[in-house]
């Protein structure tokens, strides 16, 4: 009879547990900052030369493609002419 007491006591702190656990997590979510409306992805390229990301706007165009920098596109298209 006292190991049935004992394993209603441990299920019963279990739920209470996982219940506390369950509110918290939605109060986190209705607490995170609604996503931004208007906000479009931004095409993204890689430079030639040393192959780091940037955004398409920001990109130094090239007759071989898009380059992070002026003297990037210079080093594999040689000075603008």
């Excluded at 996503?35 to 780091?52: E, L, S």
């Excluded at 007759?63 to 603008?80: D, F, I, K, V």
């Amino acid at each position: 009879m006292k190991y049935l007491l004992v394993i209603a006591v441990v299920v019963v702190a279990f739920w209470i547990w996982r219940n506390n656990r369950r509110a918290e997590a939605a109060d986190r979510a209705a607490q995170r900052p609604p996503a931004r409306p208007g906000t479009k992805p931004v095409t993204m390229v890689a430079c030639r030369v040393c192959g780091t990301h940037l955004p398409h706007s920001e990109a130094v165009q090239g007759h071989q493609g898009a380059y992070c920098s002026n003297e990037h596109r210079q080093h594999l298209e040689g000075p603008a002419g």
